[in-house]
C-alpha cells in the first residue's frame, strides 16, 4: 500500500464561502453577489456553516453540493476505483483524451490535405455516434423501420474508409491509416499546449505526445508543475514534439544548381542536336549509378530541357549512354531507387507553453492499423491508448516490477466478512506473484497472436494497479467517506479516503474538524 498516492488536481476557492453565499441567499431577497465585499472571512464563514447548517442536523444541506473537488489517485486496486464508481461521483480512468475542437488531419488519395479534408474530433463523434443528416425527407417508413420525415443515417463505414495521416515511427514518413472507433472519454481537465511556431493542442495532462526522444505524456515531456487549482506552476523540461509537414527532398548531390550552371558551356544538345536555349547539365553516368561521378566535370553532357526531362522521365539514362558513348559499363550501375512522390517528414518544433483551461468535454480516437497514431492540430499524438494491457507486456519484457502493475495485500493478519481472521503467508505471496506473472505472459502472447486486448485481458487478475481521477462535490465528498471510511470498508478503499482527507482539511477545515468530532468512522449516512 505504500505505493499508494493521491494528489489534487483542482478545487473551488474559498469553498466555505460559496457554501455561506448559498446559504444567505436562501434567506435573503437582496443580490448576495452584490454583497460579496462584506462576507465574513472563510474562516468565520466555516464557524457560521457549522453553528447553523451542520450541527443542528436539519437536513437542508443543498448548499454543500455547490464547491467541488477533483482528485488524481494512483496506483490503487482497480477494484477501489470500481467501488468509487457505484458512487454518485465522477470517475475517469485509463484515458488520453483531446477537446472537442482539435482538427484530425486526412488526406485524399495522393496524400495531401486541405482544409475540407479537416474534420474536428468533436465532429466525428457526433458523426460516428449519431450519423450524419439526410438530404432527403422520408415519406415512409425505411427498410430498417425508420420512422418518416428528416433523419440521420449511419455513416462509420465512410469514416472507416476515410484516409487518416498516420506516422510511420521507423522512417519518420507519414503515411494513411484508418480510423477504427470514436469515442467520448467525458469530462477531464484540460491543457492547451501552445509550440513556438504558433501550433496549438488542447489535451489531458495524461495524453501521449510523440517528442523528439519518443513517446511520453504530455505531463511528464514537459515537466508540468501545477498548482492546488490546476493551473500550471511551471514547466521543468525542454520539449519538442513531432509535428506535421516538411516535403521530403534527395540527398541533393546534383541539386548544388550553381556549381552545374557554372559547367554548362553554350553549344548543342548531344541529343537532338539544336543549337541555341536553355541548356540542362546531364550526367552520363547518373548519380544514383556512382556518386564519385557527381561533380566529374568530363561525366556531364549538354541537353535541352524537353530532352533531359524526357530521359529522366522515360528511364532511359541506360540507353542515352550507350547511344552516346559505348565504351561506358552499365551493366554494373546500381538500380534506379524509386521515387520518394509526395512524402512528407515529421520535423520537431518546441514547446512554448502550457496553460490550463478547465474542464472540458473530452475525445479520443482509435486507429488500425500497424501505428497507432494521428495528426491533430499539426501535431503527432497516440490514438486512444489504455496502458493497462501494456503494463503486463512491460513486466514481461522486464521493464517494469510485478508489483508496479499488479497488487496484492501485504503479508499479515486479515478479517473475511463473517469477522474470522486469516493469516496471508509469505509462501502464499510468493506463489501468488508467480502466478500473476505467467497470467502477464498470457496474456503477451495472446495480444501479439492477434487477439484483441479486452478478450486477453480476461485472464489477468482483477486487481491490477490503476490510476483514475474523481471528482466531488462536498456534500458527496462526506457521504463517500461515510460509507467507505469505516471499519467494515475494504482495506484499500479505506486508504483511499485516509490519503484524501488531509486534502479535504486543508481546503475546508472547519467541515473537516466538524466532521471528525461528529461522524468519522461512525458510518453514518452523510448529510
Not at 516535403?247 to 546534383?254: D, I, R, T
Not at 561506358?328 to 534506379?336: F, G, L, M, Y
Amino acid at each position: 500500500m505504500h505505493r499508494f498516492r493521491v494528489e489534487v488536481i483542482a478545487k473551488t476557492p474559498n469553498p466555505q464561502q460559496v457554501i455561506y453565499a448559498a446559504m444567505h441567499q436562501d434567506y435573503t431577497d437582496g443580490f448576495v453577489f452584490d454583497e460579496r465585499d462584506s462576507w465574513p472571512s472563510e474562516s468565520q464563514c466555516g464557524e457560521i456553516i457549522v453553528k447553523r447548517l451542520l450541527a443542528g442536523e436539519r437536513g437542508h444541506y443543498g448548499p454543500l453540493e455547490h464547491p467541488q473537488i477533483i482528485f488524481n489517485c494512483g496506483y490503487f486496486p482497480h477494484s477501489v476505483m470500481q467501488q468509487a464508481r457505484t458512487h454518485r461521483v465522477g470517475v475517469s480512468f485509463d484515458v488520453q483524451c483531446l477537446a472537442f475542437d482539435t482538427e484530425v488531419t486526412f488526406v485524399n488519395c495522393e496524400g495531401q490535405t486541405n482544409q475540407k479534408l479537416k474534420k474536428t474530433i468533436g465532429e466525428l463523434y457526433e458523426l460516428w455516434t449519431n450519423g450524419e443528416k439526410a438530404i432527403r425527407q422520408r415519406s415512409i417508413r425505411g427498410t430498417n423501420e425508420q420512422l418518416p420525415g428528416q433523419y440521420r443515417r449511419d455513416c462509420k463505414q465512410r469514416i472507416r474508409k476515410m484516409r487518416l495521416r498516420v506516422l510511420n515511427e521507423e522512417t519518420g514518413l507519414f503515411e494513411v491509416g484508418h480510423i477504427k472507433d470514436v469515442m467520448c472519454s467525458g469530462l477531464q481537465p484540460v491543457y492547451r499546449v501552445t509550440l513556438e511556431d504558433g501550433k496549438t493542442l488542447d489535451c489531458t495532462v495524461n495524453h501521449r505526445l510523440f517528442t523528439s526522444e519518443g513517446w511520453q505524456r504530455m505531463g511528464d515531456a514537459v515537466g508540468l508543475v501545477t498548482n492546488r487549482d490546476g493551473s500550471v506552476a511551471k514547466m521543468t523540461k525542454p520539449c519538442n514534439l513531432m509535428c506535421n509537414g516538411l516535403a521530403v527532398v534527395g540527398n541533393g548531390l546534383y541539386r548544388n544548381r550553381e556549381w552545374l550552371e557554372s559547367q554548362i558551356a553554350k553549344g548543342l544538345c548531344q541529343q537532338c542536336r539544336v543549337r541555341g536555349g536553355i541548356l540542362h547539365a546531364h550526367h552520363l553516368v547518373p548519380v544514383y549509378a556512382d556518386e564519385s561521378y557527381a561533380y566529374d566535370f568530363e561525366n556531364l553532357v549538354t541537353l535541352c530541357k524537353k530532352c533531359h526531362e524526357s530521359i529522366h522521365q522515360n528511364n532511359q539514362e541506360t540507353l542515352f549512354a550507350n547511344f552516346y558513348n559505348p565504351i561506358i559499363d552499365t551493366e554494373n550501375w546500381q538500380p534506379k531507387p524509386k521515387a520518394l512522390g509526395k512524402k512528407l517528414q515529421a520535423h520537431p518544433v518546441k514547446v512554448k507553453s502550457v496553460e490550463y483551461l478547465g474542464q472540458q468535454m473530452t475525445y479520443d480516437l482509435e486507429v488500425e492499423g500497424s501505428w497507432h497514431n494521428f495528426v491533430a492540430n499539426g501535431v503527432v499524438v497516440h490514438n486512444s491508448f489504455r496502458y493497462t494491457g501494456n503494463q503486463f507486456i512491460d513486466v514481461v519484457e522486464g521493464k517494469k516490477d510485478i508489483e508496479d502493475v499488479i497488487y496484492l495485500r501485504p503479508v499479515g493478519y486479515y478479517t473475511d466478512r463473517q469477522g474470522k481472521k486469516y493469516y496471508y503467508t509469505p509462501e502464499q505471496r510468493a506463489a501468488d506473484l508467480e502466478w500473476c506473472l505467467e497470467a502477464a505472459k498470457r496474456y503477451k502472447a495472446d495480444f501479439e497472436g492477434g487477439m484483441s486486448e479486452e478478450h486477453a485481458r480476461g485472464k489477468v487478475p482483477f486487481d491490477y494497479r490503476q490510476h483514475f481521477v474523481v471528482s466531488f462535490n462536498l456534500r458527496s465528498f462526506l457521504h463517500f467517506c461515510d460509507l467507505r471510511n469505516k471499519k467494515d470498508a475494504q482495506l484499500e478503499i479505506q486508504k483511499l479516503c485516509e490519503l484524501m482527507w488531509p486534502h479535504f482539511a486543508d481546503w475546508a477545515p472547519a467541515i473537516a474538524q466538524w466532521y471528525e468530532k461528529q461522524r468519522l468512522g461512525k458510518a453514518r449516512l452523510a448529510p
